[in-house]
């Protein structure tokens, strides 16, 4: 029998967005096949009846639900969906200890467990659930697509794939062998460092603002999200990031593997002027090269748009079009 931690939850609104008045709000726990609790919010259109199609959603990589799964989950509530934003395991409220630690596995598995949680709840239609994932997560949630076919509708917006960035840095500058075992190396030296000390170092969250004007943009961009109009306590990024360690088993774990054998709808989400696009347009192209599931299956680039444009900007995020694709294949 599985047990649930005992997990201590805010219960006052502490999201980095305005509450909406067309959704009720609550939190709700549930456990992955690790043994691990996790924490979610759970957003309910006022006022509905019967059972509701479903939507899980998680990301970025590093953020809490607090920040734009929250958006995102209250959004289509708004629309209609009972939806559910979670705190990966290791991180936020859920549980999950040594804290700050990131899986490939454990974190596919965090999105079945919510979806686990979804089909056995009395308001929802266990026919009819998907997933939202974003950043870091639109990566997980395309994995997570192709590893469990309850899921009928899969949306990566502004996806980043984070075995390939780790293991091949930004824009695949480091990807040699020789890059990657320094990177092994250093990794390993802090692994003995970590455990003579008794505790792990931390990478870093964002850098601080006002970030030097010679910084990259996207640097600057996710600083101006994370430290300053979405700055929330508990989100690793906001503040002292993962543990240096924590996403080591990314390196040699490709996620999207069998991406172009993902039977139901997938539709990728992704600013033109992001530093991250390429990441969800060779999603796009590897999903569908060979494989006999590409009607259901769309690229969408947005004219003008960077990458945290698609974390909070309702002007830019296609809230319409998102919930049409949905709709049309849940």
Known sequence: MLLKE?????TEWDKTFPKSDKVEHSKVTFVNRYGITLAADMYVPKNAEGKLPAIAVSGPFGAVKEQCSGLYAQNMAERGFLT???DPSFTGESGGEPRYMASPDINTEDFMAAVDFLSLND????????????????GMAINTAALDPRIKVTVASTMYDMTRVNSNGYFDSEDSEEKRYEKKKALAIQRLEDLKKGSYKRAGGCLPLPVDEDAPFFVKDYSEYYKGRAYHARSLNSNEGWNVIGCESFMNQPIL???????SAVLL??????HSCYFSKDAYANMIKDSKFTDN????????AVHTDLYDNLNVIPFDHIEEFIRKYI
Do not use: Q
Not at 6 to 10: A, F, M, P
Not at 257 to 263: G, L, T, V
């Open 269 to 274: 989400v992704h600013g033109e002027k992001a």
């Open 297 to 304: 299956k769309e690229l969408m680039i947005i004219p003008e």
């Open 84 to 86: 559910i934003a979670f």
């Open 257 to 263: 593997k069998y991406s172009n054998e993902i039977r």
């Open 6 to 10: 005992e997990l201590t939850l805010v």
């Open 123 to 138: 308001r929802v239609d266990e026919e009819h659930i998907g997933i939202i994932g974003i950043c870091g997560w639109g």
